[in-house]
């Protein structure tokens, strides 16, 4: 039986590695494109003369009378992952095609690449470790204006993300409370990263900065120590009975994690790591959660061992949330500890009542 609770008065690519897209014939054709931005200001005092971002999108805006969009749905990736990460059987064919929830015949779906992954601007590209040093904040600041400025987006339907995108969904939520219709953050907490989930953050950025062929992130090759940081990724992204099941013998956990990190080794960028792993830095919407104004429905996963219950921040936080709502998933055979954020089948029908909530 799920737990849900509710606020006084009253939505994350997983850190893994995304699966990748399985037949593209199984939801609507996908548009690619990029955005530029010119003399991008990060927080940080660094300036990037041209940021683009890359972006992927299903379906087409539609405006009312006044001219604002109301079928913009904004779905935002996990650390180390992209917007092509969802499409796959597990997300886009379960969300996207005719009759299901977010179909692309009736919704415009917005698959951004962040700064720092994907095909966006990123320190593998060339500027390396001399790449500026963004932040949460940042990131959904340029969402924020390849929606406005480059898709010509005025107004969202739905603004969701898993894991690390949930917790832009979060700032989003406070940042433009105006400018959605409702919010789903996956497996977030609306708190500081702080405890064990800074430390495991923590020792993969050290773990590559103290790596001597790191070179200040100028390597030929990739350092070795990138391995820790899949190793962690890895360990943190799931949860103990299925990787039990999956690695019943030592034997076979031996053979698990290493074709996973020899897999990793061939598609990770330790700058483009170490960046993403230090963006979490700025990341706090705890002190303005009074100012989301937007139906917001957080669902967690009661496995999730970067964001344990136990903990108490979500009961905590969303008591804050005028319009909030909190649902944790209990552990089951469906469950995959923090990667149940990209299992849609999962938690569909919360996200159907989120919708039926918020519609006008």
């Not at 990060?42 to 041209?50: C, E, K």
């Not at 898993?162 to 917790?167: A, N, Q, R």
């Not at 996956?186 to 070179?215: F, T």
């Amino acid at each position: 039986m799920r737990t849900s609770h509710f606020s006084l008065t009253g939505l994350i690519l997983v850190i893994l590695l995304s699966s990748g897209a399985s037949r593209a014939a199984e939801w609507p054709a996908v548009t690619e494109g990029d955005f530029a931005i010119g003399e991008f200001h990060f927080r940080s005092g660094q300036t990037l003369a041209n940021l683009h971002i890359h972006y992927r999108t299903l379906g087409s805006p539609r405006a009312d009378e006044k001219g604002v969009v109301r079928n913009a749905v904004l779905i935002l990736h996990g650390t180390t992952g992209s917007g092509a990460g969802f499409l796959n059987k597990n997300f886009a064919a379960e969300l996207f095609n005719a009759g299901q929830l977010l179909d692309a015949g009736r919704y415009f779906i917005i698959l951004p690449d962040d700064v720092g992954h994907g095909q966006s601007s990123r320190p593998s590209e060339s500027l390396h470790g001399k790449f500026p040093n963004y932040g949460y904040r940042d990131m959904v600041e340029a969402e924020y204006r390849l929606v406005t400025d480059g898709l010509h987006v005025n107004h969202l339907r739905l603004v969701m993300g898993t894991s690390m995108g949930g917790m832009h969904t979060w700032l989003w939520g406070e940042t433009y409370p105006d400018f959605m219709d409702a919010l789903m953050p996956l497996a977030s907490l609306p708190e500081q990263i702080s405890g064990r989930n800074r430390v495991w953050r923590r020792m993969i950025c050290d773990s590559i900065r103290n790596d001597p062929q790191w070179n200040g992130g100028d390597y030929q090759t990739q350092p070795p120590n990138l391995r820790i940081a899949a190793e962690v990724l890895w360990f943190m992204g799931s949860n103990p009975a299925l990787r039990y099941r999956e690695a019943p013998t030592g034997r076979e956990a031996d053979e698990l994690l290493t074709k996973y990190c020899d897999n990793a080794m061939k598609t990770m960028d330790a700058n483009n790591v170490l960046y993403a792993l230090d963006s979490s830095r700025d990341y706090d919407p705890g002190p303005k959660l009074e100012a989301i104004t937007a139906p917001l429905l957080a669902v967690n996963s009661a496995d999730d061992l970067i964001n344990p219950p136990d903990l108490g921040i979500l009961e905590k936080g969303i008591k804050r949330v005028k319009n909030g709502r909190a649902i944790t998933i209990p552990e089951g055979p469906e469950t995959q500890g923090h990667g149940t954020h990209t299992l849609a089948k999962v938690w569909k029908s919360d996200l159907a009542e989120l919708l039926k909530a918020s519609e006008r």
